[in-house]
């Protein structure tokens, strides 16, 4: 009840619904002027190299060194004045990490809308602000006389980054941000199974229709047919009301992931899962798919 108390109360704020209107256009905007370059740097910041999102690998970075650096301030609290170097080097070592989360979470937050857009940004900010806490409390600890106020920035750092943690759970696990939308709990055939008349299937127009409960996208391109799941696996968009670019591609009509339809293969972010493929054969004159293996 108090998740949901707190998660209603951000999406009631329409402050950041504005703030967001504002500001995602201008980061979309950035990365569409560096032309191709923009496109693979952008591309890059989602990891659709590493198959997986890039952000929330490097967000360990800060949380960790964060939390050492956390232990190490109690321990000098304590009276142990040995460890001062190693939570100093902790806290650097987070700010650094923090500078890579937040690009690549900025970079992931482009393709939101609604209430994944607000507490994106929420949590951006909370990010930011912890940041901020902690640069400052690095700075105090090299100035004399300032070394427990340096520490009491920390920990205040450390409680607005656990905040932000959790909106970044929430966004994950609740809001299915960054997941694999293709995964499903109903069975994608293995046996070929009957979709669609050969004839229906007019050359280079999408077509989307079901193979048993899973939506798939036929597409035929100089005589040959291709088959991919039609749930767009960023954030579960119809792939079929896209558009289809030249080469056999797929542009995602939501936040303009693209596809090659030969393979399933993410072309652009900011998807990082490629599309299931199937298998095609004609048979009696109908369509039949199933899951590739």
């Known amino acids: 009840m108090n998740q949901k108390i707190a998660i209603d109360f951000i999406e009631k704020q329409d402050w950041l619904g504005e703030a967001g209107d504002a500001i995602q256009p201008v980061v979309i905007k950035a990365f569409e002027a560096g032309g191709e370059t923009g496109q693979k740097i952008k591309n890059f910041l989602h990891g659709t190299w590493l198959g997986h999102p890039l952000h929330p690998v490097i967000t ?3 949380i960790g060194a964060w939390t050492v650096a956390a232990v190490l301030d109690g321990l ?22 923090a500078v890579g989360s937040a690009v690549t979470g900025l970079t992931d937050w482009t393709g939101t809308t609604k209430k994944k857009r607000k507490i994106g940004l929420l949590h951006g900010i909370l990010n930011l602000s912890a940041t901020a806490l902690y640069a400052t ?7 004399k006389g300032s070394r427990n106020r340096a520490i009491t920035l920390a920990m205040l750092g450390y409680g607005v980054t656990g905040i932000a943690a959790y909106l970044g759970g929430h966004l994950v696990y609740s809001e ?3 997941v694999d ?6 069975e994608y055939p293995m046996e070929f199974v009957v979709v669609l008349p050969e004839n229906e299937l007019i050359e280079n127009k999408m077509r989307c229709v079901k193979a048993g409960a899973i939506p798939v996208l036929l597409v035929r391109e100089n005589g040959n047919i291709f088959a991919i799941a039609n749930t767009c696996s960023h954030l579960g968009g119809p792939l079929s009301e896209g558009e289809l670019l030249d080469d056999c591609r797929v542009k995602c009509p939501w936040h303009g992931s693209v596809f090659s339809m030969q393979d399933g293969s993410v072309v652009d972010g900011p998807a990082t899962e490629s599309q299931p493929k199937f298998d095609v054969r004609i048979n009696n004159g109908q369509i039949e798919v199933r899951r590739a293996k």
Do not use: F, M, W
């Not at 409390?137 to 100035?143: A, I, K, T």
């Not at 939308?181 to 109903?186: D, N």
């Open 60 to 62: 360990d970075v800060p």
């Open 76 to 97: 000098e609290l304590a009276g142990k004045n040995k460890y001062k170097a190693g939570a100093d080097a902790a806290i650097a070592l987070g700010l650094a990490g």
């Open 137 to 143: 409390s690095l700075v105090l600890r090299n100035c």
């Open 176 to 178: 299915q941000l960054g």
């Open 181 to 186: 939308h293709t995964a499903t709990s109903e």
